[in-house]
């Protein structure tokens, strides 16, 4: 018993790991999805300042009335300014347009010159509006040169608002900016998640070993209770039989061999056959309290005597049992008991025709079925006390006291099935 309350202290143990594994995934994948998302807009808002920078500090202030002139001197500094950060493919694309939407500067001559129609979107930005990024494939007409292309993150920004010279900036980078950065948030923030999880697991991991070795403790106590109650009540059972099995039956047995040998009187006839007939309903009682101890090995022959008892009030009793048995002696006696219960109770309230005894291995359980054809019942009209109850929760009492599971189906008119589970392990 032992050895099967630690096994059980383990299998809580794995199923507390388990269950904090299955919900560190859990947390982790939304956890994930968010880290990205904000990698993402911190990337993109370092974007779109570097760009605002750029348009602020390396172009506008030196080189907007050239451009507007379309100064080819003013084009090929630009050229120069921007060529460190267009060497490294960070920048890919880059155009500079004045208020009407004509395109002065692009690192792509064949722009230069040409007119677009500017959405609402850029005159607010003229406006002093604020900077917009995006990350998306270009697939407008002013995007012939980054058509095809995969994602790219194109940002729009305005430089020299409030002045008689404003520009609009427009610049594409590669998308594996954005993910390089959603890749170095993200590895900088699993080892923190993963540690921190990892503490809380453990954390709650002290407690719930001991609260599992505590329940442990008070089902020990328990079961221990109940088998200090069980063996009290199969005490008294055995001591009722002794006493009606030497004192009264002996006694009734007298009277009816006194009483057979006194002639009639009066016409009168012997009651000895009433005397005959409650003796041997006193004998049948006296047998229905003994509770013998069971071993594994006396336990087919003791199954056999209970199913004589089902056959002789007609009852029709198919029987299948596995051999050998192998389980300890207080499960071999647990499991009697229960089938002495079950069977009294068919015997007595089910007006049953046929009934089915099984004990079978399977795998590394035993499972013990008894069923029957008779009236059934609902559980709620069972009368608290009663002997069908009282039954029920023998049954139920011999079980917990070796770790069984009983299981009791049942509906009006349809039978009753009593099945007990033990593990031969």
Do not use: C
Request: glycine content about 8%; hydrophobic content about 45%; charged content about 20%.
């Amino acid at each position: 018993m032992l050895v099967e309350e630690h096994s059980a202290v383990r299998v809580a143990i794995l199923r507390f790991l388990a269950t904090g594994l299955l919900v560190l995934l859990v947390v982790s994948i939304p956890m994930t999805f968010w880290v990205r998302s904000v990698a993402k807009d911190l990337a993109l808002g370092n974007v779109l300042e570097l760009t605002q920078r750029l348009a602020d500090y390396a172009i506008q202030p030196m080189h907007a009335p050239g451009l507007i002139a379309g100064d080819r001197a003013v084009i090929e500094q630009i050229d120069a300014r921007l060529a460190p950060w267009a060497s490294d493919n960070m920048i890919l694309r880059i155009k500079v347009w004045n208020p009407d939407g004509t395109i002065l500067y692009s690192d792509t001559p064949e722009l230069i010159g040409s007119t677009f129609e500017l959405e609402s979107w850029a005159q607010e930005l003229l406006e002093g509006g604020p900077g917009v990024v995006t990350m998306e494939t270009q697939n407008e007409s002013e995007n012939v040169f980054e058509a095809g292309s995969e994602e790219l993150v194109e940002v729009y920004v305005a430089s020299g608002t409030g002045t008689e010279h404003p520009l609009l900036f427009e610049m594409y980078y590669d998308a594996a900016v954005v993910h390089r950065a959603e890749r170095h948030v993200l590895l900088g923030m699993i080892p923190v998640f993963l540690v921190t999880m990892g503490a809380l697991q453990a954390a709650q991991l002290i407690p719930a070993v001991a609260l599992a070795k505590r329940v442990q403790r008070h089902q020990r106590a328990r079961r221990a209770l109940l088998q200090q109650a069980i063996e009290a009540g199969e005490g008294e059972r055995r001591r009722l039989a002794r006493i009606l099995h030497d004192d009264v039956i002996q006694d009734l047995a007298g009277l009816a061999y006194a009483l057979e040998a006194m002639p009639p009187s009066g016409g009168a006839v012997a009651p000895s056959p009433v005397l005959q007939g409650s003796i041997a309903k006193l004998r049948e009682v006296t047998s229905e309290l003994y509770s013998p101890q069971v071993g594994a090995a006396g336990l087919p022959a003791a199954l056999a005597v209970l199913v004589e008892r089902t056959r002789s009030q007609r009852i029709r009793t198919v029987v299948n049992i596995d051999e050998p048995l192998v389980f300890g002696d207080d499960q071999a006696t647990a499991l009697y008991r229960i089938a002495r219960e079950a069977m009294v109770n068919i015997m007595k309230h089910s007006n049953a025709r046929n009934m089915q005894l099984e004990l079978k291995r399977e795998g590394k359980v035993w499972r013990m079925l008894i069923a029957d054809d008779g009236d059934g019942f609902i559980s709620t009209s069972i009368p608290e006390g009663g002997p069908e109850h009282f039954g029920l929760r023998m049954m139920s009492d011999a079980a917990e006291m070796v770790g069984a599971r009983l299981e009791v189906s049942t509906t009006p008119g349809g039978g009753t099935s009593v099945t007990a589970t033990i593990s031969n392990t």
